[in-house]
Nanobody, 127 residues
Framework: QVQLVESGGGSVQAGGSLRLSCAAS????????MGWFRQAPGKEREGVAA????????YYAVSLKGRFTISRDNSKNTLSLQMDSLKPEDTGMYYC????????????????????WGQGTQVTVSS
């Protein structure tokens, strides 16, 4: 059974940093897309960053302007999201997601490309 478990969320002041991690069990990173999404209260879940775990190609929401970095460690089945220069508008629940291995994903930042989701980790940024 696929399990994705996020960790690393918390409360920080604006300008601070957090590093989120997603541990996958019973799941292969090879041949797959994985991503990070976030959802603020009353808003739609939006794509933050995604990665092709074979090629290492990365994809980011334009609004992030280089503040976030997605990475993966295939040997440890771990996906990470380094978040720097955090802003209050970054507040929300952050989710790790994974597509079915071998799926052709044409829009890596769209939630419907992903079949598996973690429970989420809360990020709160105060001004």
């Amino acid at each position: 059974q696929v399990q994705l478990v996020e960790s690393g969320g918390g409360s920080v002041q604006a300008g601070g940093s957090l590093r989120l991690s997603c541990a996958a069990s019973a799941y292969t990173f090879s041949g797959n897309y994985m991503g990070w999404f976030r959802q603020a209260p009353g808003k739609e879940r939006e794509g933050v960053a995604a990665i092709n775990t074979i090629s290492g190609s990365t994809y980011y929401a334009v609004s992030l302007k280089g503040r976030f970095t997605i990475s993966r460690d295939n040997s440890k089945n771990t996906l990470s999201l380094q978040m720097d220069s955090l802003k209050p508008e970054d507040t929300g629940m952050y989710y790790c997601a994974a597509a079915v291995p071998g799926t052709v994903v044409t829009q890596p930042l769209i939630r419907y490309a992903y079949n598996y989701w973690g429970q989420g980790t809360q990020v709160t940024v105060s001004s």
